[in-house]
């Protein structure tokens, strides 16, 4: 259970910034709370936070489930243990509808981070947000840098084209694709060839080379067509540990192209300015749901449309509504 009140702040903060795990954790869980007093408590942490690190490197993951997503960060991050830096992976598992469950299995998934004193590993259920983030990632992030990580991967939950959303909280997306399995369909649609900065075709091993191989040039041809500026297409292969090196290097050469050309800047500008309006906008359909009158009208609305009434006519009723209410105060 996420500690709440503000007595508990002060310590939580110093333990946070001096990069304790137990700390960040407990963090990431206060953030992560639906409950009212937690939120209050999660804002004022988030409020005395030290100014967020230009200096990070955030790297979305995305891609279909079976592509090797967390093998593959696991080969990139061991990489970066290995030259004696923080890792944070904050993974996002699917929550069940009905029970709002989640399977929670990337740690299992990854036993090398998490038995490493120098990384951090987080799963989060999505609750059924769209995007194949969690509606709390970009705290989690704040959060990870906060506590001394300045090596973060985001791993989506792989769903389709709605993994653009993660394109709008990091430096450098990777889709992670496989041969052989009807992937290379799922991956040549549009919105997500223009959301990503690399492709990997993983798996490429034993049998399944000359298809990853193949597979290759398909992407490149599509990239072609797709992008004014050509982007990393590679093969590689987490379990073997091949193709982890030239990878890295596409990511630092992209990430140092686009801090000279001032697109490092301007893109964390932009998601700054996407999650403000996501909160705010959370947090205004919050208010108006809580409010008694506003209720009424929506709640009637609602039942008018199971009933069979034009969603679009009922929503504007709703609107008027609103308005009327707005004009009485």
Known sequence: MAESGSEALPPLLGALVSGDRRALARAISLVESSRSEDR????????ALPASHSASLRIGVTGVPGAGKSTLIEALSIDRIGRGERVAVLTIDPSSERSGGSLLGDVTRMPKLAASPLTF?????????????????????????????HTLFIETLGVGQAEQVVSSMVDYVLLVAIAGAGDEIQGLKRGILESVDGVAINKADGDNQRAAEQALRTYEGALRLLRQRPI??????????????KLWQAIEAHVANERVSNRFAERRQDQHRVWFEQLVNAELKRVLLDHPAFQVG????????????????????????????????
């Not at 929506?298 to 009922?314: C, F, I």
């Open 298 to 329: 929506y709640r009637a609305a609602q039942e008018s449309v199971a009933k069979g009434e034009t969603p679009s006519v009922a929503a504007s009723r709703v609107v008027a509504e609103l308005h009327h209410l707005l004009a009485r105060t």
């Open 40 to 47: 209050e408590a999660a804002t004022r942490l988030l409020a």
């Open 232 to 245: 990393w297409v590679g093969t590689t292969s987490a379990s073997e540990r091949r193709g982890i090196a």
């Open 121 to 149: 590993v987080r799963t989060t259920p999505s609750r059924g947000v769209l995007g194949g983030t969690a509606s709390s990632t970009r705290e989690a992030i704040a959060l990870c840098e906060a506590a001394g990580y």
